[in-house]
């Protein structure tokens, strides 16, 4: 952390051309641009979960205070030698030097109770963490596994054990059989596992339906080794989780019981002790020392599994732990103007020949750095381009290769550990980097609108299709609701959608229907710039040329500018005016999408064009880029025709190993 | 279509044998339920497919997603039960003599490779557990110096490095875990592979790499395999036959480039002039060919038109040449429809 925070501490001193990152930044095809992180779900990190725990403050508080009580449980007897039932003279006396913490009403030492005390609770605690969590893992991981009507019985089973009152059953339980610690453990755990089968339950079942179990079936597991091997080893943090759950339920629940002098109340554990101190009226006559201890106790070790707890969750979902940082991402407030002014390098030029004497977007030597806690990694290294007026510019490549980057640091979308640490972007000639935040607002839908990959499911499920297209007029424009619901009307019809559908929600839609919805929101405002990012992705190829065409249409009527981002050079050479491959957050070719089509000059760009065979012709053997090809040290885009860009290079590290000949 | 029901003999490599088929399916159907608890609705998501997989071929199964095509790829792999129909495998009728489970057995001739390679391998598991459970179960190994020795070759097949065995998934590309998923399926030596899209989920420049690779298992070692996927091109560069499903329904079977060069059913028609095509970029504006497609279906009142006839009265396979079947009410050898059709496809029809 703290080089990130000394690195951007420099940085916001002298933005611009200072801060550039090393010209052989390179990203590989393998890692992401997105930076390292863990899973978000149920399966623990591997490596370095023990670690991050012990590094996590939440845990080590609460190891340290579980630890403490570990201690006083061992050596107990060395800490409070003498008998703790021992009943003297001396009752009722306030702490003192010869008892710490007081006698209680039979004139037994409160410390030696206490101490001695958490060996029962504690034991009792964790026997029934243990075993209410291992029939819960047994039931949640059967049921989810055999399904139907394994499944039926055994939620029914969980649910009415939910469903009856915990209390009133504990107590019946507990007032029929002979009274005994074992018995507290019997009724804790018939009454605790059932929370913890339900938990694993549903977690499991969404484990089931992942391709890993089927693909273990396919290959011949069995059942218990599927749920034990396959399903459980995901389900750690979950797991640990409710042990820790179902502990504090048991201590707490030890307590109750014997307060109540259900359990055996000639056991010392901190539930007699406050049964005894009740009985003998120690609140009454204020002797607070024999009721604290012990509470305190209780409270105690309840904080430091819940702070245990909380970690695990922090640890197993770095989400919680990325911290809120204002206006994260923009790193070179008004730096844009000077580098700008320093535009005239090689890189620059390859973007000056958009059509149009002031181009829409102008996007010089942008730069954006994922901080990572261990490395940096450039995402968007020197990147240039500009569109012109209802232009269509497509960005190419794969996963990783920073095209939704640069994309969203147009947008000022990014958030920490993103960083734009050089460059600039200019809308119609406005400085977009160093905007404040009223004029991001309406730059963001009514300039320039973004249509994401996800975009179908970006729509609200619970508000109708109208309501949400009126809440973009109302929020940014003053009109009433009657001229905003007509405006919603004309916009469904104008991507061909009835206007009946405007009460529809968005699951009565087909996806195609729905991603036609948000393109109608993204262009509610008219604006000058739609930036797509892998608009069709998700969608089959039919309703793929529908979207395709409904936006030519659409620009046909509205005139706007289109930023085009896909990894399908056949969609993008088809639609687009002029278009750039990107790799490793570098342009590694730029031209008219024709002169792509027809002449590809990068190995990158000829790989990419390769992987989709044709539809006509004879068949003949294509290839790919070979598994762990990278290119590395990408230079600056050189001009090699007209409008044709392209960085130097060389072939490939390692030429893909030769193949049969063609079929 | 040829009907026949040879008890194949041998395995995969087996010259005389090939051209009948290894995988045999015959009027399957699948119902899913729908609705709640107590709803008896179903929907159909395989209303009667016949569909042969032959010995040492790759057939594609290509459709829009929904059309049913990865539930059959789930019913051979035994992960879905069919509600009826035949499967025969080897010319066993395996719903008949292992009715509630496959055996392992079973397992050993039929693997499966899954869409997505992210959720397809354990995170839990380094890369040698995959293939040493799939050795190990299926008895492929006798000591731990022929265990090595195998898990070596193995990676060798899928061009990995084999010091990715030692690694765990979430450390290798997507391109990387596709071919540790086959690697787990060839490791059992089956005679059929269904691999359902698998390179959907990759990125594009190591697709191709994948469909070599499937080529290869094909050229070299005469495994089967039936190739889920929805893009064309994919079928017609990797696959000898091409099927085409609607609907949970095979609307067109046939050799693949034949059938890509002229296709005969509206729906493959619309399939096909849908893929977008550099080569055509420039002669097709997007929008013409919606106007255009508008035009031919109007026409031809094609699945998309639903004016339901072909719900009321099913349509029958019509043979357009040897081994190249169509079922479509308005299947006429060379109408204008056709042509028109072939237009849009930006295909010459040779």
């Known amino acids: 952390m703290s080089v990130t925070e000394s690195t951007s501490a420099s940085l916001g001193a002298a933005p611009g051309a200072g801060s550039r990152p090393a010209p052989n930044a390179h990203l590989d095809l393998a890692s992401d641009a997105t930076p390292p992180a863990g899973p978000s779900g149920g399966p623990l990190p591997r490596r370095g979960f023990v670690r991050s725990l012990l590094r996590n403050r939440k845990a080590t508080v609460g190891v340290g205070i579980l630890a403490l009580f570990a201690a006083l449980l061992l050596l107990a007897p060395l800490l409070a030698p003498s008998d703790p039932t021992l009943i003297t003279d001396a009752g009722s006396q306030p702490p003192s030097a010869e008892h710490l913490l007081g006698t209680t009403a039979k004139g037994q030492d409160v410390l030696a109770l206490t101490i001695w005390g958490a060996r029962s609770s504690l034991a009792v605690g964790f026997l029934v963490g243990l075993a209410a969590t291992l029939v819960g893992v047994t039931v949640g991981l059967a049921a989810a596994y055999f399904g139907k009507v394994t499944d039926d019985v055994l939620s029914l089973v969980t649910n009415v054990f939910l469903l009856l009152p915990g209390l009133p059953l504990l107590v019946v339980l507990a007032a029929f059989l002979p009274p005994g610690t074992g018995t507290v453990i019997v009724v804790l755990v018939v009454t605790g596992w059932a929370g913890a089968a339900r938990v694993l339950r549903s977690l499991a079942l969404s484990i089931r339906a992942k391709d890993f179990v089927a693909a273990a079936t396919v290959t011949g597991e069995g059942a218990g080794w599927v749920m034990f091997r396959e399903l459980l080893p995901n389900m750690a943090s979950i797991v640990m989780s409710t042990f820790l759950g179902t502990v504090i339920f048991g201590i707490g629940s030890q307590a109750g019981l014997e307060f109540l002098g259900l359990g055996d109340v000639s056991v010392v554990s901190w539930g007699t002790n406050l049964y005894w101190a009740s009985n003998d009226g120690a609140l009454m006559v204020g002797a607070w020392w024999a009721f604290l201890p012990s509470g305190l106790c209780i409270a105690l070790v309840a904080f430091a599994l819940s702070l245990l707890n909380y970690a695990v969750d922090e640890v197993t979902n770095p989400r919680l732990r990325v911290p809120r940082r204002r206006r994260a991402g923009v790193h070179a407030p008004g730096g844009g103007t000077v580098v700008s002014a320093a535009a005239g390098t090689a890189t620059s030029r390859a973007s000056a020949n958009g059509h149009g004497a002031t181009p829409v977007l102008e996007v010089r030597d942008l730069t954006v750095e994922y901080r990572g806690e261990n490395r940096t990694v450039v995402g968007a290294d020197r990147v240039s381009f500009t569109i012109g007026e209802g232009e269509v510019f497509g960005l190419a490549g794969e996963s990783g290769c920073g095209k939704s980057t640069v994309a969203h640091a147009i947008m000022r979308l990014l958030r920490a550990p993103a960083v734009i640490t050089g460059g600039s972007v200019r809308f119609c000639g406005r400085d977009v980097l160093a905007m404040p935040d009223d004029q991001l607002r309406s730059f963001r839908w009514r300039d320039v609108a973004m249509v994401f990959q996800s975009a179908m499911s970006s729509l609200n499920p619970v508000m109708t299709i109208g309501d949400q297209i009126v809440d973009v007029y109302t929020t940014h424009e003053r009109v009433s609701r009657r001229e905003a619901l007509r405006r919603a009307a004309d916009l469904l019809e104008l991507v061909k959608i009835d206007r009946s559908r405007l009460r529809a929600y968005p699951h009565q839609l087909s996806g195609g229907m729905r991603q036609r919805v948000v393109i109608a929101m993204a262009v509610a405002l008219r604006p000058r710039l739609l930036i797509m990012d892998e608009p069709t992705t998700a969608l089959d190829v039919v309703v793929q040329q529908e979207i395709m065409a409904q936006i030519a249409d659409l620009r046909r009527e509205l005139g706007f500018a289109v930023l085009f981002i896909t990894h399908d050079m056949s969609l993008m050479i088809e639609l687009s005016d002029r278009m750039a491959v990107m790799y490793g957050g570098r342009f590694v070719e730029s031209a008219p999408a024709a002169t792509i089509l027809a002449e590809p000059r990068h190995p990158y760009t000829r790989a990419l064009m390769n992987a989709f065979p044709p539809l006509t012709g004879p068949r003949t053997e294509l290839r790919g880029l070979a598994e762990g090809v990278r290119f590395t040290d990408i230079g600056d885009l050189v001009e090699v025709a007209g409008g044709h860009w392209v960085a130097p290079h060389d072939e490939p590290h390692d030429a893909p190993r030769d193949q049969e000949v063609p079929a | ?350």
């Not at chain 2, 057939?59 to 790829?73: C, N, R, Y």
């Not at chain 2, 509630?100 to 557990?129: C, I, T, W």
Request: hydrophobic letters at 40%; one cysteine or more.
């Open chain 2, 1 to 350: 279509m040829s009907a026949t029901t040879d008890h194949a003999p041998g395995r995969s490599g087996d010259v005389t044998s090939a051209g009948t088929p290894v995988v045999q399916i015959r009027g399957l159907v699948k119902d899913f339920p729908v609705g709640g608890l107590f709803s008896r609705a179903t929907f159909r998501a395989l209303g009667g497919v016949d569909l042969d997989v032959r010995r040492g071929e790759i057939l594609a199964l290509v459709g829009e997603s929904g059309s049913g095509k990865s539930t059959i790829a789930r019913c051979v792999a035994r992960l879905e039960q069919p509600t009826s129909g035949t499967l025969r495998v080897d010319g066993v009728d395996v719903l008949r003599t292992e009715p509630r489970r496959a055996s392992r057995a079973y397992r050993a001739k039929v693997q499966m490779v899954f869409q997505d390679p992210f959720g397809s391998l354990n995170p839990a598991h380094r890369v040698e557990h995959f293939l040493t459970r799939a050795l190990r179960l299926h008895r492929r190994t006798a000591s731990a110096v022929a265990l090595r020795s195998r898990l070596a070759e193995l990676m060798d097949t899928v061009d990995l490095d084999r010091a990715l065995l030692d690694a765990y998934p979430h450390e290798l590309s997507g391109g990387q875990r596709q071919r540790v998923a086959i690697a787990r399926a060839l490791a059992v030596e089956p005679e059929v592979i269904l691999a359902d899209e698998p390179t959907s989920m990759l990125d594009v420049s190591v697709r191709i790499g994948i469909l070599n690779l499937m080529r290869r298992l094909r050229d070299e070692r005469g495994i089967s395999l039936l190739y889920i996927t929805h893009d064309l091109a994919a079928a017609r560069y990797v696959a000898d036959r091409t099927t085409v499903m609607f609907a949970g329904e095979v609307v067109e079977a046939g050799e693949s480039t034949a059938l890509m060069a002229d296709p005969a059913h509206p729906y493959t028609q619309l399939l096909l002039s849908a893929v977008p095509d550099p080569q055509r970029a420039g002669t097709f504006d997007p929008a013409e060919r919606a106007a255009l497609r508008a035009q031919v279906l109007g026409a031809t009142t094609c699945p998309y038109a639903a004016d339901g006839r072909c719900r009321d009265d099913s349509p029958v396979h019509h043979a357009v040449a040897p081994g190249w079947t169509v079922r479509c009410h308005l299947y006429r050898p060379q109408t204008e429809v056709a042509r028109r059709a072939l237009d849009v496809a930006g295909t010459s029809n040779a």
